[in-house]
């Protein structure tokens, strides 16, 4: 059969057809089968092609339990998970095609040190936005790791393999599960084993480790696990031997990410610790109440402030972040005071037209707020990417802003695209800002781009550069290209 030849490596199947779909190179190869770089013909798209091992669907059950599973997962819509496209069969063999990402793993960005404390609490809220969306559908994703996320090109972060790791899980048991811990915990560790070839091990937990029923927190344990492994550099829970490793996840406390880093701040102490509790009652309860905690955290790490400092400073931030989140800035903050103070008066006073010179005033300050809001925003994204040793410059042009940066790392899309949303979250009308990042410009290039009206920002050591630096300074040709 294809599929058995293909999985056991005996067979190069690059350039051959499955059904519409073309094999254009091989990717990777794991416990669960053989994934290619494919296209699809019809639609002439690129996708990645997942052919699954045999042993894994050898049963009715699994199939139809597996075909049931992706179907559900191809229902997901999120832009940070991977599509499924389609399930196939040919010659026997099954095989899963999935959205092809363009980029590189979670895993591989820790392995070559590329992520930041900002970068990692931003995939983190991408994947738990995503995990919301997928629970809120009964979705449960059950492998969840720093190879399974991946961070295009542009920054984003996809999780992948939904629905294919009920495939791992053995066979329901006809007599009742054990009720001693440890020998339900060295009993998974044998049923599983081929799971291990996957690195899923030091990923699951407790209540995976021992076989028992599983919910939405054992979801976000793993992610947890992640979390640490991206702040760290390292994984919470390891062992000499893959039995050693799940008896860690099962008893033993993981050291705490600030001991293991002294340099990273208390809060997310407080949000892992919480993700790794070993009863899943005491974690988090849903992916929306993480997803709170990360964009909280995330907000503080962007404006500065901390949750140590005294009651004086820890006002002054508030009101800082208060500035920055109200439509007019400081000037909203004073509205809203001088909005109270007239209330106030106006309750002590006779005049009828009072009632009438407060709600103009405030209507001719929120229209100029709201028409030039747009406006704010861009000026405060080109002011936070500017502190991004890679980012070159920023220019806003007929509707669409390009972000030009070069020798930028992995954290540095991933900041980039995470504020492009940000800002496009707090637009009160009107399109999203169309966005793209330029990496590594040639020269030419370059000095052609900051020559356009419309320049927020430009770095002026750049090598070779001009002195346009001061287009950047300047408020009014910096929004003069902009509609």
């Given at each position: 059969?294809?599929?058995?030849?293909?999985?056991?490596?005996?067979t190069?199947?690059?350039?051959?057809?499955?059904?519409?779909?073309?094999?254009?190179?091989?990717?990777?190869?794991g416990?669960?089968?053989?994934?290619y770089r494919?296209?699809?013909?019809?639609?002439?798209?690129p996708?990645?092609?997942?052919l699954?091992?045999?042993?894994?669907?050898?049963?009715?059950?699994?199939?139809?339990?597996?075909?049931?599973?992706?179907?559900?997962?191809?229902?997901?819509?999120?832009p940070a998970?991977?599509?499924?496209?389609?399930?196939?069969?040919?010659?026997?063999?099954?095989?899963?095609?999935?959205?092809?990402?363009?980029?590189?793993?979670?895993?591989?960005?820790?392995?070559?040190?590329?992520?930041d404390?900002?970068?990692?609490?931003?995939?983190?809220?991408?994947?738990?936005?995503?995990?919301?969306?997928?629970?809120?559908?009964?979705?449960?994703?059950?492998d969840?790791?720093?190879?399974?996320?991946m961070?295009?090109?542009?920054?984003?972060?996809?999780?992948?393999?939904?629905?294919?790791?009920?495939?791992?899980?053995?066979a329901?048991?006809?007599?009742?599960?054990?009720?001693?811990?440890?020998?339900?915990?060295?009993?998974?560790?044998?049923?599983?084993?081929?799971?291990?070839?996957?690195?899923?091990?030091p990923?699951?937990?407790?209540?995976?480790?021992?076989?028992?029923?599983?919910?939405?927190?054992?979801?976000?344990?793993?992610?947890?696990?992640?979390?640490?492994?991206?702040v760290?550099?390292?994984?919470?829970?390891?062992?000499?031997?893959?039995?050693?490793?799940?008896?860690a996840?099962?008893?033993?406390?993981?050291?705490?990410?600030?001991?293991?880093?002294?340099?990273?701040?208390?809060?997310?102490?407080?949000?892992?610790?919480?993700?790794?509790?070993?009863?899943?009652?005491?974690?988090?309860p849903?992916?929306?109440?993480?997803?709170?905690?990360?964009?909280?955290?995330?907000?503080?790490?962007?404006?500065?402030?901390?949750?140590?400092?005294?009651?004086?400073?820890?006002l002054?931030a508030w009101?800082?972040?208060m500035i920055?989140?109200v439509?007019l800035?400081?000037?909203?903050?004073?509205?809203?005071?001088?909005?109270?103070?007239?209330?106030?008066?106006?309750?002590?006073t006779?005049?009828?037209?009072?009632?009438?010179?407060?709600?103009?005033?405030?209507g001719?300050?929120?229209?100029?707020?709201?028409?030039?809001?747009?406006?704010?925003?861009?000026?405060?994204?080109?002011?936070?990417?500017?502190r991004?040793p890679?980012?070159?410059?920023?220019?806003?042009?007929?509707?669409?802003m390009?972000?030009?940066?070069?020798?930028?790392?992995?954290?540095?899309?991933?900041?980039?695209?995470?504020?492009?949303e940000?800002?496009?979250?707090?637009?009160?009308?009107?399109?999203p800002?169309?966005?793209?990042?330029?990496?590594?410009?040639?020269?030419?290039?370059?000095?052609?781009?900051?020559?356009?009206l419309?320049?927020?920002?430009?770095?002026?050591?750049?090598?070779?550069?001009?002195?346009?630096?001061?287009?950047?300074?300047?408020?009014d040709?910096?929004?003069?290209?902009?509609?």
């Amino acid at each position: 059969m294809l599929c058995v030849k293909d999985i056991s490596g005996s067979t190069d199947l690059t350039g051959t057809d499955l059904k519409h779909y073309r094999i254009e190179a091989f990717i990777g190869q794991g416990g669960m089968g053989v994934v290619y770089r494919g296209r699809d013909t019809r639609l002439n798209r690129p996708v990645a092609i997942k052919l699954l091992s045999p042993a894994l669907v050898a049963s009715a059950e699994r199939r139809n339990r597996f075909v049931q599973e992706a179907r559900a997962a191809a229902a997901l819509s999120h832009p940070a998970i991977a599509q499924v496209y389609d399930i196939d069969e040919v010659d026997g063999c099954l095989f899963i095609v999935m959205e092809y990402i363009d980029g590189r793993s979670v895993g591989r960005l820790i392995a070559d040190r590329e992520l930041d404390l900002l970068s990692s609490v931003e995939i983190a809220f991408q994947v738990v936005e995503g995990l919301e969306k997928a629970h809120e559908a009964g979705i449960l994703h059950r492998d969840i790791k720093s190879d399974n996320i991946m961070v295009t090109r542009d920054g984003r972060a996809k999780l992948l393999d939904f629905g294919l790791a009920k495939l791992m899980e053995p066979a329901p048991a006809a007599s009742a599960p054990p009720s001693d811990p440890l020998r339900t915990l060295t009993k998974d560790a044998g049923r599983t084993l081929p799971g291990l070839v996957m690195g899923t091990v030091p990923y699951m937990s407790p209540e995976q480790a021992r076989g028992r029923d599983l919910d939405v927190r054992s979801d976000l344990f793993s992610l947890g696990v992640v979390l640490y492994e991206m702040v760290t550099g390292e994984l919470p829970f390891k062992g000499e031997t893959p039995l050693d490793t799940m008896h860690a996840i099962a008893y033993e406390e993981a050291r705490p990410v600030t001991v293991v880093r002294r340099n990273l701040p208390p809060q997310v102490h407080r949000i892992v610790s919480r993700c790794l509790r070993k009863r899943p009652e005491d974690r988090y309860p849903d992916a929306e109440t993480l997803a709170s905690d990360l964009k909280r955290f995330k907000l503080d790490l962007e404006s500065g402030s901390r949750t140590d400092l005294r009651p004086i400073e820890r006002l002054q931030a508030w009101f800082d972040r208060m500035i920055s989140s109200v439509p007019l800035g400081a000037k909203g903050v004073w509205i809203v005071a001088g909005v109270v103070v007239l209330a106030v008066l106006l309750l002590f006073t006779s005049f009828n037209w009072g009632s009438l010179i407060a709600p103009a005033v405030i209507g001719v300050f929120l229209y100029r707020g709201i028409r030039n809001r747009k406006k704010r925003l861009l000026a405060d994204f080109a002011k936070k990417v500017s502190r991004m040793p890679s980012v070159e410059a920023v220019i806003f042009h007929d509707g669409k802003m390009t972000t030009v940066v070069k020798d930028a790392p992995a954290s540095a899309f991933v900041r980039i695209t995470g504020l492009i949303e940000e800002m496009n979250g707090k637009l009160f009308f009107g399109k999203p800002v169309a966005a793209e990042i330029a990496s590594d410009l040639p020269a030419e290039e370059f000095q052609a781009l900051i020559r356009r009206l419309g320049v927020l920002y430009v770095r002026t050591e750049r090598p070779g550069e001009p002195p346009a630096g001061k287009q950047g300074k300047n408020k009014d040709h910096s929004f003069s290209g902009m509609k």
